[in-house]
């Protein structure tokens, strides 16, 4: 009772901490405080992507997380992270795996703002920042904020892309839904609206990666998708012709495909050697 008429009182939006995997428990105090922290999907994208676990199994999980938002009258209010102060960095996570994988940041960064919940980005994860424990993951950021960090631009496109979303279709009222693929366990494709996203867990190795992505009706051709995170996104298209797209997973880099016609917004091009090209 208390919280409720706090934050009644206050009038503004509030969100509470809750530290605890379980949606049922974690979002059922939503409704007190118009808002948690969700650490039920937190720990579902530090397991897939950072420690490389079964894809499959975090399409799964936001699904059923997304029902218990629902149930919990938490749909679209939840606050998604990946690193706070209270727990090591991502870039800590992966160190086990490819020490302070960037790909790895970005792929869970691509599948964090596109889902259906209030994305918080804790300051330094758009420097690389990757302390563990306690100080270390409260490092100061003053002397080392560059707006030409990798990072950072790509966290910009990203954001760039939701406003470009919210613009051409009801973007922030449909609710993301994971697409099959012919490589389940390593990949995962989500499409909101007219936006197809596709990450991965394969890290920063070198390899190529195609697959194919079965697409939902919305998506379906005969059209052509543009990459948005490419680094020409006017000469990356990707043409659908049936319910069913090809594409390529090259160097683990997540692709975020749009319409063609959004290129109208005059989206910049980009390139690894300037990336503030994207700001």
Known sequence: DFWADFVSSAGVFATGEVFNGNEEYVYGYA?????????PLYFALHEAFAA???????AGRMLAL?????RHGAD???GAFLDNH???RFLCHTAGVQAQDWTLLKSALAALLL???VPIVYYGTEQGLSGCGDPDNREPLFGRHDRAALLYSFLAALHKARRLAAAHAPFFATDPV????????????LARGPVLLVTSNFGSDAASHPLTVQLPPQLRGPRTLHDLLARDPAHAPHHVTDDHLPVTIANGQPLLLVPEEWLAEDWPTRTEDSPT???
């Open 76 to 78: 679209g209010v939840l």
């Open 86 to 88: 209270d727990n090591p």
């Open 52 to 58: 490389q676990g079964d894809m499959s199994a975090l």
């Open 115 to 117: 889902g259906r919940h």
């Open 178 to 189: 994971p697409c099959p693929s012919d490589q389940p366990a390593r990949v995962l494709a």
């Open 31 to 39: 409704p007190a405080t118009g808002s948690v922290l969700d650490y």
């Open 66 to 70: 997304a029902a218990a938002a629902k």
């Open 277 to 279: 090209t994207v700001v």
